[in-house]
């Protein structure tokens, strides 16, 4: 039977593979013959009667084929392979003529399915293999004459499967091979899966004794296959390919193996438990091949392979009851912390040099909690080397130990040599009084066990990375240096105003506006291993109005305020997370200049106020999405400045001193992501005293329109002393005693400023525009700036 892209829906039982005919019952004895009769002497003695004839066989049952092609196949159960019949019935004996024997029952047909790329829901059960026939039973002695003996029993015919892509419910209870009837042998069964996601509820290999183990066979090279039990009785049990899950496993006798790059998961029925299939990748790529077989214990369930009677490998299909060299295990630390029972019970096998096992450490597993792993085997060889024991979690080692055929592994306290030994610290208080979780509904828990894992994060450097930059988000993108910046821009903007109305002795008052500028790269933020670059992009305003007096002797005195605002962006780059940093500053500044003949004085006190939206880029996989935070930060400062003016036909001289005081402080915040909050940091303060000393050159030029044009070339040093670097603390919630801390450059002690500007007046307007770089160490600041005032 064929089906081709067609739906079929059998309510009833389907039965492929005839069953034989039943033999057919012996012949009964003859009767003895009757005395002959006569009248004159004696009557000849009747002869003895014949031996019953012989029952005719059964004849055998058909074998079946179905073909399923790009179909849908409904089932309510279904037996492939016929019963064999019951061999018929002796025939009875009669006074010297023995009965017939019964005829043999005819043996059942053989049947096949061939499922391609199609679906199927059986909603029964599906036998591979009928039942074997049962032995007739004999007729009638008569006195010492035997009967007929019952016929032979018919062998039950075979059932295949074959399912080649697709998917869908095989059945709720698969059964490969059927039952002995004494004398017919029952018919084996053989399921084979080649490609598709099929399930069923139990499988069972073998229900009677059969001829050969590999008789009844389950053999799967590729596609998944999930059921809820799996029994072996008789048969084998062959995983040459894809994934294999089953919640149980009842092995008693027979054949098993996983090899071929396939997996074997006992314990849960889900394909990708415990993500140990991320695991697995990032074992076979650091020995840079694929494991041969993988059994994955899980879900507290525990691989019973003790029977002396089941031949089993992994990683080789040899069946030497051992784990070959190229095989990987899995299994979970924490559901056996606080049961008896181990993983993995080995009876007699060893476990090769070079197997490789991987322990899940997850559910809250903590520092030196310790479990059995296994019960079978030698302390020499019924282990894993300890070389070949990986943890999941970069935080914890996994220590083996043996007493007798007792195995045992311990979780202890692994380094982490690529981090700063304070956050190492602090990860490793976490392991100790939380434990490692990955699906913590701690989301700060949850964040550093997901980072630290292989199975989320494969590459050591980056899980480090990621670390140390979620914990000190503001240090890498540099919120204090933004702060300072968005601080100087303002600063400057007065200063540069003062300074073009200094040599201008005549009273009135001025209204004036700066467009500010600063694009600045910096490299402030090292840890360790971990160094940062962060660029950033300022823009603002600044709007001034100030009134100058003349004193006559006593000089001029300018007097004024200003008001700024803007924002800007700061985005990181280095070997640290993405970070970017959206900003909008705000402040003022009082300001004031006096001026008597050549010399000159000006002071302000100035505001600045920041607010910082902070967004840092994780990697995929880890949970939460991206990391944010709010960081409020503001500024005060006071400075003052001395210049004095030499006169000369090329140009005009003004060297300038000057000190200045900076507090600078941000506010504590908190580190989140969609899951909750992950870091603490501690609210920070620096004083920070710098004192400029330069000299400016310019020349004016007036038009015989009336204009006036003045170029400025100005060349400063600053140097900075107190706290130009900023500290940041930082500790998981509830976990302030156990922090990490890093510090990032806000300005540098030396810093070197150019600047060229020319200004432009006539009557009563102004307008100017200046380029400024300043040079350290740890930063580069452009800074361009454009003006108008209007006097009156």
Do not use: C
């Amino acid at each position: 039977m064929s089906l081709n892209h067609s739906r079929l829906t059998v309510n009833n039982h389907l039965q492929a593979g005839g069953a034989g005919g039943e033999g057919s019952r012996g012949g009964n004895g003859a009767q003895q013959g009757n005395n002959g009769v006569t009248y004159s002497g004696k009557g000849g003695e009747g002869a003895n009667g014949g031996m019953g004839g012989a029952g005719a066989a059964g004849g055998n049952g058909g074998n079946a084929l179905i073909h399923v092609t790009d179909s849908t196949l409904s089932l309510h159960s279904i037996t492939l392979g016929g019963n064999g019949a019951s061999g018929g019935q002796g025939g009875d004996a009669a006074l010297n003529a023995p009965g017939g024997m019964g005829g043999a029952g005819g043996h059942g047909g053989q049947a096949s399915l061939r499922f391609e790329n199609s679906k199927i829901l059986n909603g029964g059960i599906m036998q591979l293999g009928g039942n074997g026939g049962k032995t007739g039973s004999d007729g009638s002695d008569a006195g010492a004459t035997a009967a007929g003996r019952g016929g032979q029993g018919g062998n039950a015919g075979n059932g295949y499967a074959q399912f080649n892509g697709g998917s869908g419910q095989i059945a709720t209870d698969i059964q490969l091979g059927g039952k002995n009837g004494g004398a017919g042998q029952a018919g084996s069964g053989q399921l084979t899966i080649t490609a598709g996601s099929f399930s069923a509820n139990s499988l069972s290999i073998g229900q009677a004794d059969t001829q050969n183990s590999s008789d009844n066979q389950y053999l799967q090279t590729g596609g998944i296959f999930t059921t809820e039990r799996s029994a072996l009785h008789a048969g084998a049990l062959r995983i040459d390919g894809g994934l294999y899950a089953s919640s149980l496993l009842d092995a008693s006798r027979g054949l098993i193996e996983v090899t071929k790059q396939a997996a074997a998961i006992i314990g849960t029925r889900q394909l990708n438990a415990e993500r140990w299939q991320q695991g697995a990748e990032w074992m076979a790529q650091q020995q840079a091949a694929p494991f041969d077989g993988t059994l994955v214990i899980a879900a507290g369930q525990s691989a019973n392979l003790s029977s002396a009677d089941v031949g089993w490998s992994v990683g080789s299909n040899d069946h030497q009851q051992h784990f070959a060299g190229s095989s990987l295990t899995v299994i979970s630390a924490k559901p056996y912390v606080s049961q008896r029972s181990a993983p993995l019970l080995t009876g007699e096998g060893r476990i090769d040099t070079n197997a490789k096992m991987m322990v899940i450490a997850d559910d809250n597993l903590k520092t030196t909690e310790a479990f059995t792993a296994s019960l079978g085997g030698s302390a020499r060889d019924g282990f894993w080397q300890q070389q070949n024991i990986v943890s999941t979690s970069r935080l914890l080692n996994m220590i083996a130990s043996s007493s007798g055929n007792a195995h045992r592994l311990s979780a202890e306290q692994a380094a982490l040599p690529l981090l700063p030994q304070d956050t190492a610290d602090l990860l490793a208080d976490m392991a100790k009084q939380q434990g490692v979780n990955t699906h913590s509904a701690d989301a700060s828990q949850r964040f550093v066990s997901q980072v630290m894992d292989i199975r989320f994060i494969r590459d050591r450097v980056v899980a480090s990375r990621v670390v140390q930059s979620a914990l000190h988000m503001a240090s890498v993108i540099g919120v204090q240096h933004t702060t300072f910046m968005a601080l100087s821009a303002a600063e400057q903007a007065v200063a540069r105003h003062l300074a073009s109305d200094l040599h201008d002795s005549s009273s009135g008052g001025n209204l004036w506006a700066t467009l500010l500028s600063d694009n600045s790269s910096s490299h402030g933020f090292s840890s360790g291993e971990w160094q940062a670059r962060a660029a950033t992009h300022l823009g603002g305003v600044a709007l001034g109005s100030d009134y100058r007096t003349d004193g006559g002797d006593y000089g001029s005195l300018t007097s004024g305020i200003a008001l700024n605002a803007g924002g800007g962006k700061s985005s990181s780059r280095g070997n640290v997370s993405p970070t970017r940093n959206d900003f909008n500053f705000w402040g003022s500044t009082l300001y004031s200049s006096w001026q008597l003949d050549a010399a000159s004085v000006m002071a302000d006190v100035s505001y600045t106020g920041s607010h910082n939206r902070l967004k840092q880029q994780t990697p995929a996989g880890v949970d939460g999405s991206a990391l944010r935070a709010g960081v409020n930060s503001w500024a005060v400062s006071s400075g003052i400045k001395v210049n004095y003016l030499w006169q000369s036909g090329l140009a005009d001289v003004e060297p300038h001193a000057g000190v200045r005081y900076t507090l600078l402080k941000s506010e504590g915040f908190k580190t989140h992501n969609e899951l909750g909050n992950l870091f603490d940091t501690a609210s920070g303060s620096q004083s920070i005293w710098s004192f400029p000393l330069g000299v400016s050159l310019s020349k004016a030029f007036t038009t015989t329109a009336g204009y006036q044009i003045k170029p400025t070339i100005d060349l400063t040093w600053t140097g900075n002393s107190g706290d130009v670097t900023a500290k940041s603390r930082s500790w998981m919630p509830g976990e302030e005693g156990s922090s990490s801390t890093t510090h990032s450059t806000i300005t540098d002690h030396s810093v070197f400023s150019g600047n060229v500007g020319i200004e432009l007046s006539h009557q009563q307007l102004g307008y100017s525009l200046n380029y400024q770089l300043n040079e350290s160490s740890h930063t580069s600041d452009n800074i361009i700036q454009a003006g108008v005032k209007f006097s009156f």
